[in-house]
């Protein structure tokens, strides 16, 4: 969001590609959600929140990193 306060402000941006680190999983998304707690957050309502939106997502893990035990990739 460029500007807390206004939910006008909500724009896509396109972030760039990175391996996981080493105790994280990358997901290639294939749905999101918004909730109402993200609304807030757009309204500037939870300052407690970070700036990122749409935590919720579905699809399939793509990658795993090194110290990631329990969970399957397609490598």
Request: hydrophobic share 35%.
């Amino acid at each position: 969001m460029s500007q807390r306060g206004i939910l006008d402000n909500l724009i896509l941006q396109p972030m760039m590609r990175r391996p996981p680190g080493d105790e994280e999983i990358e997901i290639r998304v294939r749905a999101t959600g918004l909730n109402f707690r993200d609304v807030l957050n757009a309204l500037g309502m939870r300052p407690e929140d970070s700036d990122a939106l749409g935590g919720e997502c579905a699809g399939e893990i793509v990658a795993l990193g090194k110290d990631v035990h329990g969970f399957c990739s397609r490598r």
